[in-house]
């Protein structure tokens, strides 16, 4: 993306304007060996220039680029989608529906939708476990009873002094860098309650046997040791930081987060938590590349992947989607 001088939003906006430019690096991702059809697999396919589309000698069947992507039976052009996904990958605090329709000249509707499809690509699936040292932590995200309304509260039948209600709690898990393996890497697991089943399975499914865990002084932590793991707790009530054990990575993530739940996205449905959760993991462990950078290896991961208004809301789709 360097080469072509796409260092900004900016230059996105300019080079993805043309539509044969943006639908010709979209096609240089998906198909790298030379445009293939979706429907045999016959490299015998023809530009039709008119249209924007390609055309199989073999099946004569027509397609797109958008076949068989997120963007797949949308009108949105590729000049919106882009840099729409541009700045989700890159706005270090997210970027609101509302915002994203004024500067795409959308409706909010159309762009909240765009940015659950694109959060759908940047989902990563994590299949190595962690090993070395990691730091595991828990928090609560969600509204407090005190800021809700008060006749909606009394509708509810809740009371003030309830802290807790429509707090969803998060599980994250922090896989310590070392000098020579770049940056620190985070996963999250939305989890039902902290009890010790409840984060020992998580653990288990996620740390290598044998790798240092860092816990808080949580009870549901203390069987670490004999899982396997070198445990080692550190107690905020009495200090932070004791030499190598502490959580602090994890609650610099934590953080970051927050503020873009509750500074950006201000209302997120427990629903739709993970995708926001997503969102942010992909941005802290990208977060040593390049924004061009980043952005490309987030279009690589377009194809695919499906993601239909019903399946999201389970309502009817929009017209503009």
């Not at 828990?138 to 429509?166: P, V, Y």
């Not at 994890?250 to 987060?257: G, P, V």
């Not at 992947?305 to 017209?319: F, H, I, M, Q």
Request: contains cysteine.
């Amino acid at each position: 993306m360097s080469k072509n001088g796409l260092d900004t939003l900016l230059d996105a906006v300019k080079y993805f304007s043309d539509k044969e430019v943006a639908i010709g690096f979209m096609a240089s991702l998906r198909w790298p060996d030379g445009v293939a059809c979706p429907n045999c697999d016959s490299k015998e396919v023809t530009f039709l220039k008119t249209r924007l589309i390609w055309k199989c000698r073999g099946c004569q069947k027509q397609f797109s680029v958008k076949v068989g992507s997120l963007f797949e039976d949308s009108p949105i052009g590729l000049d919106k989608w882009l840099p729409a996904l541009w700045m989700l990958v890159n706005c270090k605090n997210g970027i609101s529906s509302y915002e994203l329709a004024r500067d795409l000249g959308v409706t909010q509707k159309t762009a909240w939708f765009m940015l659950h499809r694109l959060r759908l690509a940047i989902h990563a699936k994590s299949f190595n476990k962690m090993g070395g040292t990691v730091e595991v932590d828990e928090t609560f995200i969600g509204g407090k009873a005190r800021n809700m309304h008060a006749g909606k509260r009394k509708r509810l039948g809740i009371s003030q002094s309830r802290s807790m209600i429509g707090k969803v709690a998060v599980m994250g898990l922090l896989e310590r860098h070392t000098k020579d393996d770049g940056s620190s890497q985070v996963r999250f697991k939305v989890i039902a309650n902290r009890k010790k089943h409840q984060l020992e399975q998580v653990v288990t499914e996620n740390v290598a046997i044998g790798a240092n865990i860092y816990t808080d002084a949580l009870k549901s932590y203390d069987r670490m040791g004999e899982r396997g793991y070198v445990h080692g707790v550190i107690d905020h009530a009495e200090e932070y930081v004791d030499g190598a054990v502490h959580t602090n990575g994890l609650e610099n993530f934590w953080s970051l987060l927050k503020r873009a739940l509750k500074g950006t996205y201000v209302s997120v449905e427990p629903f739709h938590l993970f995708r926001y959760l997503d969102e942010q993991v992909y941005r802290f462990n990208n977060r040593k590349l390049t924004d061009a950078k980043r952005f490309v290896d987030a279009a690589a991961s377009l194809f695919g992947k499906r993601l239909t208004y019903t399946a999201l809301t389970g309502k009817d789709v929009p017209e503009t989607c």
